[in-house]
């Protein structure tokens, strides 16, 4: 169940950015992180996890329930693939996340947000179901692109 647990965790909290391109109505830095909310959700049910990496920071760092801090996006990369090879035919089957108090400082970011997240592993009948919170810090880099800088998820209760 621990690995289960991982394994969702490692799916739900790959965390990545958006490009924002300026328009006639210029969104305000918070339109972009909503923007960057919604993409988060839609690559998860995707399950686009090259796009999802290539949203890191370089310098990220990740926060695991049970894990000793994850440093730098090569060492994300590794331990979601690692988690990943383990569960081959998995698929996202629902991507909720709600998130609350997002709040801009210039070229950063914070937030934090609920997740529901369902699962369907290859080798079992029964989907995983699983509820959780999560809090995000984001920078905005020169290109303009939002970038995960630190990531914490822990398992939360069912509603």
């Known amino acids: 169940m621990k690995l289960e647990r991982t394994a969702v965790a490692a799916v739900v ?3 990545l950015g958006i490009d924002v391109s300026a328009g006639s109505g210029a969104p305000t830095r918070e339109d972009e992180i909503i923007a960057f909310n919604k ?3 839609e690559m998860h049910l995707n399950m686009d996890t090259q796009g999802i990496f290539a949203k890191w ?3 990220g760092v990740d926060l695991m329930p049970g894990e000793a801090p994850i440093l730098g996006k090569k060492a994300i990369v590794a331990w979601v693939e690692d988690i990943l090879a383990k569960l081959p035919g998995h698929k996202v089957i629902t991507q909720d996340m709600d998130f609350h108090d997002i709040r801009v400082s210039g070229d950063w970011a914070s937030e934090w947000a ?3 997240q369902v699962v369907q592993l290859a080798d079992r009948k029964e989907p995983i179901e699983t509820w959780g919170k ?3 810090i984001l920078h905005r ?3 303009g692109e939002w970038k995960i800088e630190q990531e914490m998820w822990n398992e939360g209760k069912k509603p």
């Open 114 to 116: 609920t997740e529901h």
């Open 134 to 136: 999560m809090a995000l």
């Open 39 to 41: 993409k988060y959700r």
């Open 13 to 15: 909290l790959l965390g």
């Open 57 to 59: 920071a370089e310098d």
């Open 141 to 143: 880099e020169a290109s």
